[in-house]
């Protein structure tokens, strides 16, 4: 199965700044790749699929980006609201579809 | 407004059997693969089973595979997954996980998740 490797598991930012979480993928996926966000007590939310793409009604403060195997989540000008953790997920090696561990975020 | 409503978690004694229900609303549920997808509390997330958007075909993870079975009922716009010998690292969340669709193929993402249902495994 098609690993991707999260990081950085948890990480603390003000109000305001720049923030980037990466995924890396054991193999090419090409572009299959998703991120969600996940608030405590709810279910995940589609934010970015297709590597790059924004999903309708997420705020352009967030954004996507590939580099070979290498994928990379950013917010900017974050905001309380951004408290949440987030997942990445692989699906071209579907089945299985796999997930990354998790980056809890936290505003400072 | 597109919904989807899980039941059916609850409390089984290891090795037991347990039918989850996941209604769709707003949608063509016939057209989009639909998924299951896990969460151990505080833990990360797993990919449990996807149907196919034909139907035809289903795809379990290595972990249920030979215990649970996906289906769908496309006159209630249901999907199920009965799991059977449950095991106590079955115990999680299970949510329902609509399809995107925006490519076509059953490699797909997941664009509207349920609420969940909760399964306990106790021993």
């Known amino acids: 199965a098609i690993r991707v490797t999260q990081s950085p598991s948890s990480l603390s930012a003000s109000e305001g700044d720049t923030v980037s979480i990466t995924c890396r993928a054991s193999e090419r996926i090409s572009t299959y790749l998703a991120w969600f966000q996940q608030k405590p007590g709810k279910a995940p939310q589609l934010l970015i699929y297709?590597?790059?793409t924004l999903q309708p009604g997420v705020p352009l403060r967030f954004s996507g980006s590939r580099s070979g195997t290498d994928f990379t989540l950013s917010i900017s000008d974050l905001q309380s609201e951004d408290s949440a953790t987030y997942y990445c997920q692989q699906y071209y090696g579907f089945p299985p579809i796999t997930f990354g561990q998790g980056t809890r975020l936290e505003i400072k | 407004e597109v919904h989807l409503v899980e039941s059916g978690g609850g409390l089984v004694q290891t090795g037991g059997s347990l039918r989850l229900s996941c209604v769709a609303s707003g949608f063509a549920f016939s057209t989009y693969t639909m998924t299951w997808v896990r969460q151990v509390p505080g833990k990360g997330l797993e990919w449990v089973a996807t149907m196919s958007r034909n139907g035809v075909s289903n795809y379990l993870s290595e972990s249920v595979k030979g215990r649970f079975v996906i289906s769908r009922d496309t006159s209630k716009d249901t999907l199920l997954l009965q799991m059977n010998n449950l095991r106590g690292d079955d115990t999680a969340m299970y949510y329902c996980?609509?399809?995107?669709?925006?490519?076509?193929?059953?490699?797909?993402?997941?664009?509207?998740w349920g609420h969940g249902t909760m399964v306990t495994v106790y021993s």
């Open positions: 297709d590597a790059s």
């Open positions: 996980a609509k399809g995107l669709g925006y490519n076509g193929y059953d490699i797909d993402t997941f664009d509207v």
